[in-house]
C-alpha cells in the first residue's frame, strides 16, 4: 500500500513538474518532437534562457546577440537582410530564418546540420562569421558575471555555470516560442471565417503546396530541392555538405509557412524579397535539376494572377501578430 | 517479517561489498616506439620530427571481464581521456580484490543514442572541445600537433575523428585479452606509431568532418591499444 502510494507520488509530482501554461498548444497540433523530460520547461529556466538569447555577451566582442539576426518583431528573423550578419560587420552565407514552433522539429540549420534543440546555439556562438566566439569563452564570461551567478543559481539551483546549462536555458526560451493563434488557427478553432478569397486560396494551397508545407505546422521539416538555380557567389550544396550523399545536393530545409510578412526574405540565401517572387519561382522559373523534389517534378504548378492573389491572401492568414509582438517574448535583461 | 529479512541482507551484502571491493585506476598513457610521448615535447618517427599538442578520447563503456563475465566496469558510461594532465588522463574503477581477469574492453567514441539526445554535463558537455560546432556529433578522438614535414598552415596537423551515422560511424570496439590477477591498476598504452606512420605516409594531416579519410583512421583504433 505505501509502495502503491509512493509511486502515485511520484507519478503526480511527474505530472506537475511540466506547468502546461509554460507550453500551450491547440489540440490540432501534432505532439511535440522534442523531449520536454531531458529538459523540463521551468519559469526561472525560461527568463534565464531569455535573457542570453538578447544578451551580446555570447559573441566575442560582445556586440552581437542571438537577437541581432533573429529580431522578435520579425518572427524572429531578419527583415531585409538576405545574409546572416555577424561581429567585425561579417557576412555569412545563409538567410537567417524565422525561430517559431521549433518544439516540433528534430534537425535545425537549412542544411540540417544540427540534430537538437539544445546543440543549435552552439553553431553560431562559434562560428566566425557570426559570433566567433567558443562555449567555453561564453561560460567563462558568465562565471565572472554576478548577475548570471545569481539567475544560474536560481534556475538550477547551482551557481557553477557550465556549457551544458547554458545551452538547455536557451533552449527553454526558444521552446516557448509557439506561433499558433494565426487567422488559419482562428478559423481551425470555428472562431474566425475565412473570406471568399482566402478560401480560393487556401483550396490552391491544398492542391499546390500543402504536400511539403504541410498544416497545421506549414512544413514537414525535410529537406528537398525545389529547383533554384544554384548562386555562383555562394555555391551552396545545402545537405549534401552534412550526409556527403550526392542525392542531397541541393537539398535545404523546408521551412514553415507562418509570419511571412514579418520575415522577408524568402528561400536559404534570402534571393526572394515578396510572396509574389517566389509564386513566379514555382510557375515559370524552376530548374529542372536532377534531384528536384518528387512533388515538383510530378505536378507542374500552374496559377493564373488571380490565383496567385488569392493564394497570397490565405498565406496572410498564417500572419500571427499575437506571437510577433507578444511581449513576453521580448527583450529581457537582469 | 519478510522485510527485515531483507534489509538484513541488505546490510550483509553491503558490508561484505564494503570489504571485498578496492577502488581502482584505470590509466591511459600515450607511447611511440615503446618511448612515453608526452604533450608538447618533440619526437622523432621514421626520421619526420614533430611535436604532440594536444590528444584527447572518449572511452564508453569500459568494461573487465573474466571467462565471459563482467568483474569491473567504469562508474561513468563516458570518460574523457586528456593527456593535458596526469588526472584527466584516468577513470576509476571498483576492482574485486584477488579477482583474476582476461579481457579489458571499451569503445573508443560516444554512441549515436548520445550523439542525438541533446545536451549533456559532466564528461559530454560541449564545453569540452568534443563537440563539433558547425554540425552535431561529438569528435571521438582529436589528436593535433606541428610537422615540418606537414605543409599547412602553421605546419599543423588536425585529427578530429568524429560521426555516428553510418557508413561514417567512427565508433570503434577495442578488446585486449590480459592475463591478470586483480590488481587495482591498469596501465593502457596507446601506440601512435602506426598511425602517426599511416598520417605522414599519405599526407592526411586535416580532418574535420566524418567521411572516408576518418574511418581509415578509426580503422586504426581497435589495435593500437595494449595493456602494460
Known amino acids: 500500500m505505501k509502495t502503491f502510494i509512493l509511486a502515485f507520488f511520484v ?9 502546461d501554461s509554460l507550453f500551450e498548444y491547440p489540440s490540432y497540433f501534432p505532439e511535440p518532437s522534442y523531449n520536454f523530460k531531458e529538459n523540463i520547461l521551468d519559469s526561472t529556466k525560461i527568463r534565464l534562457g531569455r535573457i542570453l538569447f538578447y544578451d551580446p555577451i555570447l559573441s566575442k566582442d560582445n556586440s552581437i546577440s542571438c537577437a541581432s539576426c533573429h529580431s522578435p518583431y520579425n518572427s524572429f528573423a531578419h527583415t531585409d537582410h538576405s545574409l546572416s550578419h555577424g561581429i567585425s560587420d561579417s557576412i555569412g552565407n545563409r538567410n537567417a530564418p524565422a525561430l517559431f514552433n521549433l518544439a516540433w522539429q528534430d534537425k535545425f540549420m537549412w542544411d540540417g546540420a544540427i540534430n537538437h534543440l539544445d546543440m543549435q546555439a552552439l553553431a553560431p556562438i562559434s562560428h566566425s562569421g557570426e559570433m566567433g566566439s567558443s562555449l567555453s569563452e561564453v561560460v567563462s564570461k558568465l562565471n565572472d558575471s554576478p548577475n548570471y551567478i545569481k539567475l544560474f543559481y536560481k534556475a538550477f539551483k547551482d551557481s557553477t555555470i557550465t556549457g551544458a546549462k547554458v545551452l538547455k536555458a536557451l533552449s527553454q526560451f526558444q521552446l516557448t516560442l509557439v506561433s499558433a493563434n494565426s487567422k488559419y488557427d482562428k ?8 473570406t471568399e478569397q482566402e478560401k480560393n486560396g487556401y483550396l490552391l494551397f491544398k492542391k499546390n503546396c500543402d504536400v511539403c508545407h504541410t498544416e497545421p505546422l506549414f512544413s514537414t521539416y525535410q529537406f528537398a530541392s525545389n529547383g533554384l538555380p544554384v548562386d555562383s557567389t555562394l555555391n551552396d550544396a545545402g545537405r549534401w555538405k552534412i550526409t556527403a550523399r550526392k542525392e542531397d545536393s ?30 513566379n519561382h514555382y510557375t515559370s522559373e524552376i530548374n529542372h535539376m536532377p534531384n528536384i523534389s518528387r512533388e515538383l517534378k510530378e505536378q507542374k504548378i500552374s496559377l493564373n494572377s ?26 529581457q535583461t537582469f | 517479517m519478510k522485510i527485515s529479512g531483507l534489509l538484513i541482507f541488505l546490510f ?7 570489504s571485498g571491493q578496492k577502488t581502482g585506476i584505470v590509466s591511459f598513457t600515450p607511447t611511440i616506439e615503446k618511448k612515453s610521448m608526452m604533450i608538447n615535447k618533440p619526437f622523432n618517427l621514421d626520421s ?51 579477482l583474476p581477469f582476461d579481457i579489458v574492453t571499451f569503445k573508443l567514441g560516444v554512441d549515436s543514442l548520445a550523439s542525438i539526445s541533446g545536451v549533456y554535463e559532466g564528461n559530454l558537455d560541449p564545453m569540452n572541445g568534443m563537440y563539433w560546432t558547425w554540425q552535431s556529433g561529438f569528435i571521438n578522438f582529436k589528436l593535433e600537433g606541428i610537422s615540418p614535414n606537414c605543409l599547412t598552415r602553421q605546419n599543423k596537423f588536425q585529427l578530429h575523428i568524429g560521426g555516428y551515422q553510418a557508413p561514417f560511424n567512427m565508433m570503434r570496439e577495442v578488446v585486449i585479452p590480459v592475463n591478470h590477477k586483480g590488481k587495482n591498476e591498469i596501465i593502457i598504452e596507446l601506440n601512435l606509431e602506426t598511425l602517426l606512420a599511416y598520417m605522414f605516409k599519405n599526407k592526411i594531416f586535416n580532418i574535420m568532418s566524418p567521411g572516408q579519410k576518418a574511418v581509415s583512421i578509426a580503422d586504426f583504433f581497435p589495435t593500437i591499444f595494449s595493456i602494460k
Open chain 2, 12 to 18: 550483509f551484502s553491503f558490508t561484505f561489498k564494503l
Open chain 1, 306 to 331: 488571380n490565383e496567385k492573389i488569392d493564394l497570397i491572401a490565405f498565406l496572410l492568414t498564417l500572419n500571427d501578430p499575437d506571437f510577433v509582438f507578444n511581449k513576453k517574448n521580448h527583450f
Open chain 1, 250 to 279: 541541393l537539398l535545404f530545409k523546408i521551412p514553415g509557412l507562418r509570419n511571412l510578412s514579418f520575415s522577408y526574405p524568402y528561400m536559404h540565401d534570402g534571393r526572394f524579397n515578396t510572396l509574389k517572387q517566389v509564386l
Open chain 1, 11 to 19: 507519478v503526480f509530482i511527474g505530472y506537475i513538474s511540466q506547468p
Open chain 2, 48 to 98: 619526420i620530427s614533430f611535436q604532440i599538442t594536444n590528444l584527447k578520447y572518449y572511452i564508453s563503456d569500459f568494461s573487465i571481464l573474466y571467462k565471459g563475465k563482467l568483474v569491473a566496469s567504469s562508474s561513468q558510461k563516458y570518460n574523457l581521456i586528456d593527456f593535458e594532465s596526469v588526472e584527466k588522463s584516468q577513470f576509476t574503477v571498483n576492482f574485486w580484490e584477488n
Open chain 1, 187 to 194: 478559423v481551425q478553432k470555428g472562431e474566425q471565417t475565412y
